[in-house]
């Protein structure tokens, strides 16, 4: 454990180094602005506006982080061979795909709370100003809520490229398929839906559907923005059950990334 | 890797394999019931600033918003009013960022004046898609068609018609309706043959059911004005009711309309339903 501590402390430092921790700060004081202005573009629903922006802010947020910051420091240590310092070490290496995973989340989940509460900032502003849009039934603990899930979101695209990173050799293909991975991920849920309702498409197609659904993470189970922006009541079993969805997703992953790194020649 | 290692990664990947197996299933089912609960949602957006933000993407976002739009309309619910209004919300932002989409127009038109009574939003669509889209006749025509059946303006859907009659390629019936329908003469004919014609390009059961009963309707309207004329030629005037066609045997029987209401005789003896 101590082990996997270290590595994510080292991982985590490697982040701020990258000044990404102040770049968030600053995204946020925008995002906050931003929200006051455009939630004045609206007539209706004020605070759902803001909400939503908020939210899908902490959710644009994280990918950045994971694309431009995470794929970097999780390839990096091939391409610049500071994998052999790491693997000399007594360190085994589910321990390393473990340590690495943890900075990462790590880092995510602070730029999830500094924007998060940020969003919320604005989010209570934009209340105060225009008190006649609040839903009737809007509840922060709903909102926190809703962060939550967009964290486990991001935990799952996280375990995605850190899979696709250790076995991948180039940092732009791991990029490209957590990036295909995760847009598959937000409509597959959808594409679904709306095939079933149709007799137009092939049982070979409605198979091969299916089967993406157990392969790609069902993102939009963990949206819970619309939920959070209109105060509508949450729905516990399920959002239970999603949760662990999303943690046994990420723990098959992380399994798999360590099946994969094991058999990898470094070097 | 250590033997003692591989089991411990074997067992957990084992575990969390069946999580991810029973909670996939769950969540399918709960979100089943759950997510369209939630019903459809669109941004109340005004389009210009939608368009702005969609940027270069203008053209997935408009498909974006449709499949929202389609996937809610295959949940086989009873949309309310405000969710009708939602979706048309969704058609029309997705027929402004993309107005060539020929999907858009055609769901809008197959669904909105049908099941929503939205005929205003569905012209709009089929107006955006008709200047954009110069080489197909089809929302030309559509818009005729909501002219004539939905808001019974014969001159309006005449110059639609006329319209559409005039893209290349149109089919050359699209004219005879046009002339015929601008014609009071010649009205009872061609909204017939313009319902055929409608109900033959129309794959929706819901919608053929409707245009039956319409033509049924006009059928049996065109032959009560054809004993209407035949009166007024033997007579010298107009016949007082509908009834007198029947004392006079001009008619065996006045038929039953098939909106549930007697087809009735107007002062200038034309005969309505």
Same mark, same amino acid.
């Given at each position: 454990?101590?082990?996997?501590?270290?590595?994510?402390?080292?991982?985590?430092?490697?982040?701020?180094?990258?000044?990404?921790?102040?770049?968030?700060?600053?995204?946020?004081?925008?995002?906050?602005?931003?929200?006051?202005?455009?939630?004045?573009?609206?007539?209706?629903?004020?605070?759902?506006?803001?909400?939503?922006?908020?939210?899908?802010?902490?959710?644009?947020?994280?990918?950045?982080?994971?694309?431009?910051?995470?794929?970097?420091?999780?390839?990096?240590?091939?391409?610049?061979?500071?994998?052999?310092?790491?693997?000399?070490?007594?360190?085994?290496?589910?321990?390393?795909?473990?340590?690495?995973?943890?900075?990462?989340?790590?880092?995510?989940?602070?730029?999830?709370?500094?924007?998060?509460?940020?969003?919320?900032?604005?989010?209570?502003?934009?209340?105060?100003?225009?008190?006649?849009?609040?839903?009737?039934?809007?509840?922060?603990?709903?909102?926190?809520?809703?962060?939550?899930?967009?964290?486990?979101?991001?935990?799952?695209?996280?375990?995605?490229?850190?899979?696709?990173?250790?076995?991948?050799?180039?940092?732009?293909?791991?990029?490209?398929?957590?990036?295909?991975?995760?847009?598959?991920?937000?409509?597959?849920?959808?594409?679904?839906?709306?095939?079933?309702?149709?007799?137009?498409?092939?049982?070979?197609?409605?198979?091969?559907?299916?089967?993406?659904?157990?392969?790609?993470?069902?993102?939009?189970?963990?949206?819970?923005?619309?939920?959070?922006?209109?105060?509508?009541?949450?729905?516990?079993?399920?959002?239970?059950?999603?949760?662990?969805?999303?943690?046994?997703?990420?723990?098959?992953?992380?399994?798999?990334?360590?099946?994969?790194?094991?058999?990898?020649?470094?070097? | 890797?250590?033997?003692?290692?591989?089991?411990?990664?074997?067992?957990?990947?084992?575990?969390?394999?069946?999580?991810?197996?029973?909670?996939?299933?769950?969540?399918?089912?709960?979100?089943?019931?759950?997510?369209?609960?939630?019903?459809?949602?669109?941004?109340?957006?005004?389009?210009?600033?939608?368009? !702005? @933000?969609?940027?270069?993407?203008?053209?997935?976002? %408009?498909?974006?918003? /449709?499949?929202?739009? +389609? =996937?809610? $309309?295959?949940?086989?619910?009873?949309?309310?009013?405000?969710?009708?209004?939602?979706?048309?919300?969704?058609?029309?932002?997705?027929?402004?960022?993309?107005?060539?989409?020929?999907?858009?127009?055609?769901?809008?038109?197959?669904?909105?004046?049908?099941?929503?009574?939205?005929?205003?939003?569905?012209?709009?669509?089929?107006?955006?898609?008709?200047?954009?889209?110069?080489?197909?006749?089809?929302?030309?025509?559509?818009?005729?068609?909501?002219?004539?059946?939905?808001?019974?303006?014969?001159?309006?859907?005449?110059? !639609? @018609?006329?319209?559409?009659?005039?893209?290349?390629? %149109?089919?050359?019936? /699209?004219?005879?309706? +046009? =002339?015929? $329908?601008?014609?009071?003469?010649?009205?009872?004919?061609?909204?017939?043959?313009?319902?055929?014609?409608?109900?033959?390009?129309?794959?929706?059961?819901?919608?053929?059911?409707?245009?039956?009963?319409?033509?049924?309707?006009?059928?049996?309207?065109?032959?009560?004005?054809?004993?209407?004329?035949?009166?007024?030629?033997?007579?010298?005037?107009?016949?007082?009711?509908?009834?007198?066609?029947?004392?006079?045997?001009?008619?065996?029987?006045?038929?039953?309309?098939?909106?549930?209401?007697?087809?009735?005789?107007?002062?200038?003896?034309?005969?309505?339903?």
């Amino acid at each position: 454990m101590g082990q996997i501590w270290l590595l994510a402390k080292i991982t985590f430092k490697e982040g701020v180094r990258n000044r990404i921790i102040i770049g968030i700060l600053f995204f946020a004081f925008l995002l906050s602005l931003l929200n006051l202005i455009f939630a004045q573009m609206f007539t209706y629903d004020l605070s759902k506006v803001s909400v939503d922006l908020g939210l899908s802010m902490v959710s644009i947020a994280g990918l950045a982080i994971i694309f431009f910051m995470g794929i970097n420091l999780l390839s990096r240590d091939f391409e610049k061979r500071t994998i052999y310092m790491v693997i000399s070490r007594p360190i085994a290496r589910w321990q390393y795909v473990l340590g690495k995973y943890l900075g990462l989340i790590l880092m995510i989940g602070v730029s999830v709370a500094i924007i998060g509460g940020f969003a919320a900032g604005s989010v209570k502003v934009i209340m105060h100003l225009a008190p006649a849009y609040v839903p009737p039934d809007y509840s922060w603990g709903i909102f926190g809520i809703s962060l939550l899930f967009s964290f486990l979101s991001l935990l799952t695209v996280t375990a995605l490229a850190q899979f696709f990173t250790s076995m991948m050799t180039s940092s732009y293909i791991a990029l490209l398929l957590t990036a295909c991975a995760y847009f598959i991920g937000q409509n597959v849920e959808i594409v679904r839906k709306m095939l079933s309702g149709s007799e137009d498409f092939s049982t070979f197609f409605r198979i091969f559907l299916e089967a993406v659904t157990w392969i790609f993470p069902n993102l939009s189970a963990f949206d819970l923005k619309t939920i959070a922006g209109y105060g509508l009541p949450l729905d516990t079993v399920s959002t239970i059950w999603s949760a662990l969805y999303g943690i046994g997703y990420i723990g098959l992953i992380l399994i798999l990334t360590v099946f994969v790194f094991q058999r990898r020649e470094v070097g | 890797m250590k033997h003692k290692e591989f089991y411990t990664l074997f067992s957990l990947f084992v575990f969390f394999l069946i999580l991810f197996g029973i909670a996939k299933i769950r969540v399918a089912d709960l979100r089943e019931e759950l997510n369209y609960r939630l019903r459809v949602s669109a941004a109340p957006l005004p389009p210009s600033i939608l368009k !702005a @933000l969609a940027g270069e993407f203008k053209g997935v976002v %408009a498909d974006y918003l /449709l499949l929202e739009a +389609a =996937s809610f $309309l295959g949940g086989n619910l009873e949309p309310d009013e405000r969710e009708w209004g939602m979706v048309a919300h969704l058609l029309e932002q997705s027929s402004i960022l993309d107005p060539y989409f020929k999907q858009t127009y055609v769901i809008a038109q197959g669904i909105l004046p049908w099941h929503a009574e939205k005929y205003d939003e569905t012209i709009t669509i089929l107006e955006r898609s008709n200047r954009h889209r110069y080489w197909d006749w089809r929302p030309g025509f559509f818009i005729g068609f909501n002219h004539f059946y939905f808001y019974k303006d014969h001159s309006a859907a005449s110059a !639609a @018609l006329m319209e559409a009659s005039l893209v290349p390629g %149109a089919p050359p019936t /699209l004219a005879t309706w +046009a =002339s015929r $329908l601008a014609s009071k003469v010649g009205q009872y004919q061609s909204a017939i043959d313009f319902l055929a014609g409608m109900y033959e390009s129309t794959e929706d059961e819901h919608q053929k059911r409707l245009l039956k009963k319409r033509m049924t309707a006009v059928q049996d309207a065109y032959r009560l004005q054809q004993a209407v004329d035949q009166f007024s030629d033997q007579f010298g005037r107009l016949p007082h009711s509908l009834d007198e066609l029947l004392d006079f045997g001009l008619i065996l029987e006045i038929p039953d309309n098939p909106y549930n209401r007697p087809y009735t005789l107007s002062d200038d003896g034309r005969v309505d339903f």
